[in-house]
């Protein structure tokens, strides 16, 4: 059966990832040569590095690629190279990078001179392809209780940068539940960062990352955004509340767990059926081996999807974005006009877009 959709019009379409973990973006070739050079053992060569057991297993191989970036030029060059890989995979027009500070401190790398290499990074990444980006300071709920979760975010409020706009949980959602982190998330907010946070993941079982922590992440964190979400669809009540809300989702098209990916697409559908607005990301592409564009004709293949739903995501991607109203407005320009030329030069009608 033909496609409902080319692939090259998925790929080509323009996006915005607003779900993605620079330490889950290194390319192995770079964790490798960095290691070297830093005289840091790696668990397995570069061709087999990502590779994991389970959930934790690949938390730990994440924060062992981290732990190469050790100068603000590594930052600088991880950033650039994702954003490089971005483009010419999925036409990526801007992106919003989480970060874990703790992560780099062992090896001596203070949090404004990660900031520092990393602004660098999309500075010159704006320059070389026209690429925007942000940066969410990003607290990993394995590693920090309440308190400590706290002095990240005065650190982030110290070292104020306009480009880090928010905070981000990760980790194990079973071991940090959100209302640990209440207090972090109240202060973030006084100090004028948005907030988002991993939630509902389906590497645990509706049990263990119930629907109701959903609930907690908009009553209790105030969340402008929530990561993921899968497991929501266990309580018809939270996602006709998250529809009424409408708050916006990054949920991804690959997942860290083989047997998850073949679910990814039913239950991003049901999260676009259910009337949620959903965006497509990536969450950690180079560990994953996947891409933006991958990722979008992974999900269209398996759902059959047609052209007006690309567009439907692709615009998504700028309204669930942390830009400001005028940046927002220039993208829209660009995608409206890029995604026109595409309906041209592939014959699909362009339907009223979106607003
Ligand atoms: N860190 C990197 N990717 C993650 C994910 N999908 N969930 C939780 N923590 C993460
Ligand atoms: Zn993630």
Redesign the pocket.
């Known amino acids: 059966m033909a496609k409902a959709v080319a692939d090259d019009y998925l790929r080509r379409i323009p996006k915005a990832e607003l779900h993605c973990?620079l330490a889950?973006t290194l390319r192995a070739t770079t964790v490798a040569e960095l290691a070297k050079r830093y005289g840091m053992t790696l668990p397995r060569p570069a061709e087999t590095l990502y590779q994991w057991p389970d959930f934790d297993g690949f938390?730990e191989i994440?924060r062992i690629a981290a732990a190469v970036l050790r100068t603000p030029a590594d930052f600088t060059r991880a950033v650039y190279e994702y954003i490089e890989d971005a483009v010419r995979d999925g036409n990526l027009k801007h992106v919003e990078f989480f970060f874990n500070p703790d992560y780099f401190y062992p090896n001596g790398i203070d949090y404004p001179s990660q900031v520092a290499g990393m602004v660098e990074g999309l500075r010159q990444a704006k320059e070389r392809f026209g690429v925007s980006g942000l940066l969410i300071c990003c607290i990993d709920r394995s590693l920090n209780n309440g308190d400590q979760a706290v002095e990240i975010v005065e650190t982030a409020l110290a070292h104020r940068h306009e480009l880090v706009v928010g905070i981000g949980l990760?980790?194990n959602e079973s071991v940090g539940p959100p209302a640990l982190y209440a207090e972090a998330y109240a202060l973030a907010r006084k100090g004028g960062l948005k907030c988002t946070a991993?939630c509902c993941?389906d590497y645990l079982t509706p049990l263990q990352a119930p629907p109701t922590n959903y609930l907690i992440c908009r009553d209790v964190l105030r969340c402008d955004r929530i990561d993921h979400g899968y497991n929501m669809l266990a309580s018809d009540f939270v996602m006709a509340e998250a529809r009424r809300d409408g708050l916006y989702f990054t949920p991804c098209a690959w997942t860290?767990l083989l047997h998850n990916r073949p679910h990814r697409p039913r239950r991003i559908r049901r999260m676009v059926e259910a009337g949620l607005n959903v965006t497509i990301n990536t969450?950690?592409p180079a560990m994953f081996g996947t891409n933006l564009g991958h990722g979008f004709t992974t999900l269209f293949e398996s759902n059959g999807w047609g052209p007006d739903k690309a567009r439907t995501f692709s615009l998504n991607s700028i309204e669930g974005s942390w830009l400001d109203e005028s940046a927002k407005a220039a993208l829209r320009k660009t995608f409206r006009r890029e995604i026109a030329a595409l309906d041209k030069e592939f014959g699909y009608e362009t339907a009223a877009l979106p607003v």
Do not use: K, Q, R, W
């Open positions: 973990h889950g938390l994440l990760d980790g991993h993941e860290s969450d950690d």
